[in-house]
């Protein structure tokens, strides 16, 4: 067995897979389905041998010469200390030798080397934010809000309110595509509708009709109607104005706080909300650590490894198109779509590799189970929730992972040059 560098990440291998062997091992595999090898005219186990080689012999060869292969190049990999990246490629040798084997050429990648570049000279911006009364006292106001009921009025309607309408529209007198509705609800002010149409039903009142043209914004989304003049046609059949929970013992308890008591509710929620909030800065913080790893320290890529990402990147979209109903359509297909994002994601795993393995960084089984433990308070009953990642080996990888690269941002912050920067709950949450 030889190798031979074709690139510092391809190589190749000459294998050679004895001719006696592999004919013995044949042979041996057609005795064994010959003991239960059914034939038309014979018993089990009586079939000759000539017979189960005619019927049966191709595919046995098939099966062993694979695993002989397979069996010599990880023999070969083994000897010669190699981290194969990807599945190597076979192929019989033009030059078969003195015939005493079969001669075969693998030729595959390997991991590269990965030097780490010096990340002290980069900044990390660490957001530091406190939970107050206001930010509390705002999120009840939006828990209100997504609890609001509607009445019925006997007056105009204004900007807030819940109307009821029938429409129908035109251009040159001939209805366009989705123009037309009766029953139509919606929440003035809301913006579910072009503001030049909503705003036409303020101070209408229930029972009243009106006309009036519009002219679509040229970015409209139906290229069709996209700075098209048409007409409208309404009616409004009904105004209902909103009123908003009051913040009671009732409303604490429609937060699960079961004793309605608001000064638990309050804490309940300023701790949900440090929560999120700890988990934004951790996002931010990490996603800056990551560039900062990737912008000092180049690596040479595996082109296997890239290929299987972008195949993966493309199953990924692939399934979460289809759960929504939305159609694949072929120029989604292309791999080069994916390759920048394949090539980022493999950069970054095989860096973070390196600095697991050069720093030992490891996850602990204590860390882990702290892991879950905080995924699992957000949820209703915490301990159903760690007995099922527990048992989910498939998430406990999930969970490993997600401490590995915890372990990797906490050893960058020791030697990055980390700079806290205050910062507004709101602005923290994209909200601002």
Do not use: C
């Amino acid at each position: 067995m030889q190798t031979e560098n074709v690139n510092p990440l391809e190589k190749t291998l000459e294998l050679a897979v004895s001719l006696a062997q592999f004919e013995a091992e044949v042979a041996n595999r057609l005795k064994k389905v010959a003991r239960t090898v059914k034939m038309q005219g014979f018993r089990p186990g009586k079939v000759p041998m000539k017979m189960v080689e005619q019927q049966h012999g191709g595919q046995v060869r098939q099966e062993v010469l694979g695993e002989s292969v397979q069996k010599s190049f990880a023999e070969a990999v083994q000897k010669n200390q190699l981290r194969v990246a990807g599945y190597p490629r076979i192929d019989p040798k033009a030059d078969q030798g003195n015939g005493e084997s079969m001669m075969f050429t693998a030729t595959f990648e390997v991991y590269p080397d990965v030097v780490l570049g010096d990340i002290s000279a980069s900044t990390i911006e660490r957001p530091a934010v406190a939970i107050g009364d206001d930010e509390v006292s705002k999120t009840i106001e939006i828990l209100r809000k997504q609890r609001v009921s509607y009445h019925a009025v006997d007056r105009t309607a204004a900007s807030g309110d819940r109307v009821n309408v029938d429409y129908r529209g035109t251009q040159g007198d001939i209805e366009f595509a989705g123009g037309q509705a009766k029953g139509f609800a919606l929440v003035l002010g809301e913006g579910r509708t072009l503001p030049e149409f909503e705003g036409q039903f303020v101070g209408m009142k229930a029972g009243e009709s009106k006309k009036f043209d519009l002219t679509f914004p040229d970015d409209y989304h139906s290229k069709e109607l996209a700075g098209q003049g048409v007409t409208f046609e309404v009616t409004l059949n009904s105004v209902e104005e909103p009123k908003l929970p009051e913040v009671d013992a009732d409303f604490a308890k429609s937060l699960g706080v079961a004793d309605g008591d608001l000064e638990k509710m309050r804490n309940e929620i300023r701790v949900s909300l440090e929560r999120e909030g700890k988990k934004r800065i951790q996002e931010k913080v990490k996603s800056q650590v990551m560039e900062s790893l990737l912008n000092v320290t180049k690596v040479d890529l595996p082109t296997s490894l890239v290929e299987m990402e972008i195949e993966r990147l493309m199953e990924q979209m692939r399934q979460n198109m289809s759960s929504h109903g939305v159609k694949v359509l072929d120029g989604m297909q292309s791999p080069e779509l994916h390759r920048d994002q394949a090539e980022r994601r493999v950069a970054l795993g095989l860096i973070l590799a390196e600095v697991v393995k050069s720093n030992e960084l490891g996850a602990k089984p204590e860390q882990i189970r702290a892991q879950v433990e905080e995924v699992a308070q957000s949820y209703e009953d915490p301990e159903e929730v760690m007995n099922y990642f527990y048992s989910n080996p498939q998430q406990m990888a999930e969970i490993e992972s997600l401490v590995l690269e915890g372990n990797v941002v906490e050893w960058a912050l020791t030697r990055a040059q980390v700079v806290d920067k205050p910062i507004v709950f709101d602005e923290l949450m994209g909200k601002a």
